[in-house]
């Protein structure tokens, strides 16, 4: 019996959570310290979770501490072929249940975990953030307690307007009306490694639209995910509804991928990856494999850029590249990687460059003194420090501010900020998804050749930013760069979207735009089945210009 039946409810009016400071002496401050020692102090075993049962494969594999070797977290269980069928099976079987209940009961569920994650478990999942991706607490505490909160209780709400939309019209004797499905199959979910917030909205989105998933965290951030899915199972979430099974992507996504109950995939990562996927599927297409044209969701990599004109301000612009390209190692997707300067302020935004950066420190997490930790893995570092050796070997670059890197206790590498006379060098055209950025310079008189440059030159349009207080000039650039960014910032950073705020998303080799946080993206979690109802139907096939005259 449902409970709910005479009952119109509507949720509560969602709100951004407030980010704490972490600043001397506050409580937040003593409260992650503690969390922070706790987990040092003892080492988890991390379980699949299928059906609502811990499943342990023995393949396992390091919870590892970016910025200390010698720091172990634990061990995860990764899953093959066979315990991922498991979890589809497990998807398949709670969905009638899961899908047949009232969606405010599902939202329920789903405002439960944000009251737990704002209250009892905020320092557990924000220490385990800063330990496992290596995050200052304030780069924890923005995203894997604030966004991911604002993600569960705006999405809910975001749930109430999907439901909400109704056909305009029904005119007598006719009802028209619209039921918002979930898609027929499972929702497969890919996480990324450099966001908790991320990790924990590609579940639940489609979840709160009353599908089922299968969801795997990446590699190398297991940690806060396994205890962002304990929460969901103290909030009530009925087991099988989301299924926890980290592992390699061969191993996982092939069985997902090839499943005659794929309905549909939440990816954020690399573009080729992607790519790879959307290439598999469309060729399961083409065999009948599925029920239905499954949904392609994803935001992928960002070659993203800050615009300055002549009448920029020079601080803010200094600091918005300091802060937008190396806050969290620069290993945002919207991460600040490319600037286009204008000679007449080249001086001294350098000046004032070179100065923010001399005082940035870098560090463990533990040290709240930092502004900057390590990168995520040895992969990463590799990756990121060839390109600064390119640099410092190219004729056509100068690594002005950082270029050094050491990995002897951590993936450390400096902030670097390269300097280019070939607007097309290959900083300024690859995706690097670490702390450097490259800066062009470009004749005052020359403004509509750098802005074609800024919009031609990357195949990305994820974040971008623009820095004037010429009005005009601003109304140009953002016309110019229309199609250069999903997410266009101006006189601010290219990172740091809120949700409910700046719905996130980015189109070309970027991603299908379909704008994390917003309603749009819960729109593409449910398929619409349009009703017409008609209360006094026809009786003869006869219309009245038939009739003798």
């Known amino acids: 019996m449902n409970l709910l039946n005479n009952a119109v409810l509507s949720v509560p009016y969602p709100h ?23 987990l040092k102090s003892k080492q988890v075993e991390v379980p699949l979770i299928i ?19 010698s720091v172990t977290l634990g061990q995860y269980h990764k899953a093959g072929p066979k315990e991922t069928q498991m979890a589809i099976d497990a998807a398949m079987a709670a969905k009638p249940a899961w899908e047949a209940l009232r969606w405010e009961e599902r939202a329920a569920i789903f405002l439960k975990a944000a009251e737990l994650l704002a209250g009892p478990y905020r320092f557990l999942i924000n220490a385990a953030t800063m330990l496992n991706i290596s995050k200052t607490p304030y780069q924890a505490e923005i995203d894997s307690a604030c966004e ?5 209780r705006f999405n809910v709400y975001f749930a109430q307007q999907v439901y909400a939309d109704q056909p305009l019209h029904s005119p ?24 908790t917030a991320i990790a924990g909205n590609l579940p639940t989105s489609p979840a709160i639209m009353g599908n089922t998933v299968v969801w795997k965290p990446a590699s190398s951030a297991v940690y806060a995910p396994y205890y962002f899915m304990k929460l969901l199972q ?47 599927i469309g060729s ?14 994803g935001e992928t990599g960002g070659k993203d850029f800050i ?94 501010i950082g270029g050094n890197y050491d990995d002897s206790k951590g993936f450390f590498i400096e902030p670097t900020v390269i300097v280019t006379t070939d607007p097309h060098f290959k900083t300024m ?62 006189n601010d950073k290219p990172t740091g979207a809120v949700v409910g705020q700046q719905p996130f998303g980015g189109a070309r080799a970027s991603g299908t735009n379909d704008k994390a946080g917003s309603k749009q993206n819960l729109m593409r979690w449910v398929s619409v089945r349009a009703i017409k109802e008609n209360f006094v139907p026809p009786r003869s096939f006869e219309y009245p210009y038939m009739a003798a005259e």
């Not at 811990?54 to 200390?68: M, N």
């Not at 006719?174 to 990324?192: D, K, S, T």
């Not at 979430?237 to 794929?262: E, H, K, M, Q, Y």
Request: hydrophobic content about 40%.
């Open 234 to 280: 103290e909030a009530g979430l009925p087991d099988g509804v989301i299924n926890f099974i980290p592992g390699s992507g061969a191993n996982v996504g092939d069985t997902c991928l090839n499943s005659p109950d794929f309905a549909g995939i939440h990816f954020t990562g690399s573009t080729g990856v992607f790519q790879g996927m959307w290439k598999q």
């Open 307 to 400: 615009f300055a004109h002549s009448s920029a301000d020079v601080a803010p612009l200094a600091t918005a590249i300091v802060r937008g390209a190396f806050e969290y190692q620069g290993q945002k997707c919207s991460a600040a990687s490319r600037a286009y300067i204008p000679e007449s302020l080249w001086e001294p935004v350098m000046a004032e460059l070179t100065a923010q950066c001399s005082r940035i420190k870098m560090g463990d997490v533990t040290d709240f003194s930092t502004f900057f930790n390590a990168v995520i893995d040895r992969n990463a570092f590799k990756s990121i420090t060839a390109y600064i050796d390119y640099a410092k070997e190219s004729a056509d670059a100068e690594i002005v």
């Open 284 to 297: 399961n297409i083409a065999d009948n494999l599925y029920k239905s044209y499954p949904r392609i969701v």
């Open 172 to 195: 007598p004797p006719i009802w028209n009306y619209v039921q918002h499905r979930p898609l027929e199959g499972f929702v497969f979910a890919i996480a990324p490694f450099n966001f």
């Open 16 to 38: 951004n959570e407030p980010v704490l400071s972490y600043a001397p002496g506050s409580p937040e401050r003593s409260k992650i310290k503690d969390a922070l020692a706790e």
């Open 429 to 490: 055209e690859e995706e690097i998804f670490g702390p450097v950025i490259t800066l062009y310079c470009y004749a005052d008189a020359d403004l509509d050749a750098a802005l074609e440059l800024c919009d031609t030159t990357s195949p990305y349009s994820l974040t971008g930013a623009v820095f004037a207080q010429d009005r005009v000039a601003v109304s140009k650039v953002m016309k110019k760069l229309e199609n250069a960014s999903g997410n266009f910032y101006i």
């Open 148 to 152: 991911l909160i604002d993600f569960l």
């Open 51 to 69: 059906g609502g049962k811990e499943v342990r494969t023995g393949d396992l594999a390091k919870i590892a501490c970016p910025h200390d070797h």
